[in-house]
């Protein structure tokens, strides 16, 4: 399974898809528990999952934290993925407890649509962290920009980083500087950037006018690499150990920070 849906030109990650799957459950739930018991813990909810979301954020933001001072606008980008679930759902239980503690009446009303939501998230998160094991590093060939040709799987023993992207792709534009320095500070992940779609003169070009060095620049027109990787959107981050397992995969723009998190799945 992909780690993203695509629903028109709209790509979502499957953590968001639980968390609105698990909201709207709990939200039904507790509308129904309202009814019956006539009180109202909406206001109570919402504010569990603020705490929920806040915290989940502040947890990755500390394991990363070095990262993120040395570039602190950082923080503010969301779409990032960088969030600890865990550490939110502790939040949100610990915050819960504490508005309740002077409240029964409004205990079970508000404990169940958690109780709810939160075995929804650890559901999800288990699903994905059960995926059956994918399809090693593929066979795919394509030309460099220099003209030698590229094996994907002749990874030499080490890992490798796929990222697939395109020129006309905003969250691609954003993310390739911090790529381009990582492929220089990491000598001991092979870095590969499979252009989609588009002509060797045109991404020459765009990669000039960015004043954009890298290796391992591929070009793939006929988009071979999204129809084997099963690519929901642009750009898509592939990272495979050095056996040439599938390790991690992020569709979207990744931030320096969830970069990082994404390699120490090779630790």
Request: with cysteine; charged share 15%.
């Amino acid at each position: 399974m992909s780690d993203a849906v695509a629903i028109g030109p709209l790509v979502l990650p499957w953590t968001f898809v639980h968390l609105c799957i698990a909201v709207a459950v709990s939200s039904a739930v507790a509308t129904v528990l309202a009814r019956r018991r006539q009180l109202d813990v909406g206001p109570l909810l919402w504010r569990c999952l603020l705490v929920a979301l806040l915290f989940a954020r502040l947890g990755f933001l500390y394991q990363y934290k070095e990262l993120y001072v040395e570039h602190p606008l950082s923080v503010l980008n969301l779409r990032d993925g960088g969030w600890s679930p865990e550490i939110g759902i502790i939040a949100m239980w610990m915050y819960a407890t504490y508005r309740l503690r002077n409240a029964p009446a409004l205990r079970v009303p508000a404990t169940v649509p958690l109780s709810i939501g939160a075995a929804l998230i650890v559901a999800g998160q288990i699903q994905l962290a059960l995926q059956p094991a994918s399809a090693p590093l593929p066979a795919l060939q394509f030309t460099q920009l220099n003209g030698e040709r590229l094996d994907l799987a002749a990874h030499g023993g080490k890992p490798v980083l796929v990222n697939l992207w395109a020129t006309w792709c905003g969250p691609c534009v954003r993310e390739m500087p911090m790529l381009a320095q990582a492929q220089r500070d990491r000598p001991d992940v092979r870095f590969v950037f499979i252009n989609q779609g588009e002509d060797a003169p045109h991404v020459a070009k765009w990669l000039g006018a960015q004043r954009l060095t890298m290796d391992n620049v591929a070009i793939d027109e006929r988009r071979q690499a999204s129809a084997t990787f099963k690519q929901a959107g642009y750009p898509t981050t592939l990272l495979f150990d050095a056996s040439g397992r599938l390790v991690a995969k992020r569709t979207g723009e990744l931030s320096e920070p969830a970069l990082q998190a994404m390699l120490t799945r090779l630790r």
